[in-house]
């Protein structure tokens, strides 16, 4: 497919750091022909709602670093229905504002077609819109997001909370 790779020739003369590369070595692998790049490990819905977008932020950001050709991506992965991008050298401002907005974003983004998520799914989780959600009911079970996002940030908070009761108890 020449147009997929003509694209992923643009898109890494863009982004540098979507070039693959042997994660021990650094090499770019002998072989590539730019039929696949870094940003295709990103979950189809999340790549099309902001996986340019937040390249954009991020480019932006080591321009303004001098670092462009020097940072790394390691991986690029989605885990319990978040996004988790993993790289060597990032700038602070990265490390605090823009990686963890798109992470952020991408719990409450329909990780098959880009819409806002209405639901997670429970056995593998992930976040799905009603559409999405419906297509695949056949081989999941769902709850609504506002209940899992929820339960999420209650775990944390019921944690702490244990632990205070037990420093009380001291
Ligand atoms: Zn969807």
Redesign the pocket.
Known sequence: MQSNKESNQKLIERFPFLMPRNCWTGEVPEDYDYSYTELDSMPD?WRKAFGEQMCEDIREELVHAEYLDQYRISQIKEKYGTLCWYDFGCTERMLRDIIPKYEHLSART?I????PATKVSTGWISP??D??AGEISHAERFIAIEKWLDRSSREVTSKRSLNEKDTHSL
């Open positions: 819905g329909c098959r077609c880009g819409n799905y819109c559409t999405c």
